[in-house]
């Protein structure tokens, strides 16, 4: 729960092997920096559980189509899902577990996102983050307000969701199983009029798993200097310059 605001919940999505020093720096970022309580979710250690899940939510050749890392990934998203219903969430805020926070103004700014979001009609995510380095055009930006209506989103590293957003997923999964990884799921979803998407602008966090801090568990991204000095220079030239000319 974040004071003050409507958000019930932080889940992280996680990895049962393969994550082990992304959980002290998500510790670090989160409960010693900002105070924020939060849970790791992730698939289950027994096989067979896994199986039931992949069947429930995925169509039967989603092994063939995706590798096993973004299934898992996309699967972890879907279980969230759930959870927001059982815990009766009004809103929740959904990280993958390479999450960076945007300048020192976090715990401030997701407030004032919380606060716009309550004047939303529900059935919505909200993209915090900035990965795939889209902005809404300077001439729709205005002073005081952060969330922009957008027809896709900016990847699933950082979103905010409501509760109906959450039961619309899932009862879409009833009848149209998922056969794409999770940021494309919810552009479909999205596509179709079943959800509605917001940028939030300025953007509140981005992937170390893009901007080089962080290897990224799913691609074949590499952390270091050079992918860090790409993406500065790429951030700056997509945030200042070609969004005169959209």
């Keep these: 729960m974040i004071p003050g605001t409507s958000i019930d919940h932080i889940y992280i999505v996680h990895g049962i092997s393969g994550y082990e020093a992304r959980e002290p720096l998500m510790k670090e970022l989160l409960l010693t920096q900002h105070g924020l309580e939060y849970e790791l979710v992730t698939e289950s250690a027994d096989q067979v559980e896994n199986d039931a ?21 996309t699967l972890v998203h879907f279980r969230i899902y759930e959870k927001i219903l059982s815990n009766n969430d009004r809103f929740a805020i959904i990280f993958e577990n390479d999450i960076c926070f945007i300048g020192k103004k976090f715990l401030e700014n997701i407030a004032l996102v919380a606060q716009e979001a309550e004047q939303l009609e529900e059935g919505f995510i909200i993209s915090l983050e900035n990965s795939t380095l889209l902005f809404p055009p300077w001439r729709n930006v205005k002073k005081g307000k952060f969330l922009y209506r957008a027809t896709k989103g900016r990847c699933a590293g950082a979103y905010l969701i409501d509760r109906k957003a959450a039961q619309i997923m899932l009862d879409d999964l009833k009848i149209n199983k998922c056969h794409v990884v999770i940021d494309w799921w919810h552009n479909i979803m ?11 602008h300025p953007p509140l966090t981005e992937q170390g798993s893009f901007n080089g801090t962080l290897a990224s568990s799913i691609s074949i991204r590499n952390n270091g200097t050079i992918r860090r000095f ?17």
């Design 53 to 73: 899940w992949l069947e429930k939510y995925f169509e039967p050749e989603i092994k063939k189509n995706l590798q096993k890392g973004s299934t898992y990934c």
């Design 230 to 246: 790409r993406w500065l220079s790429q951030k700056f030239v997509k945030m200042y310059i070609t969004r005169l000319f959209r």
């Design 190 to 200: 999205v596509q179709k009029g079943a959800l509605k998407m917001y940028w939030a």
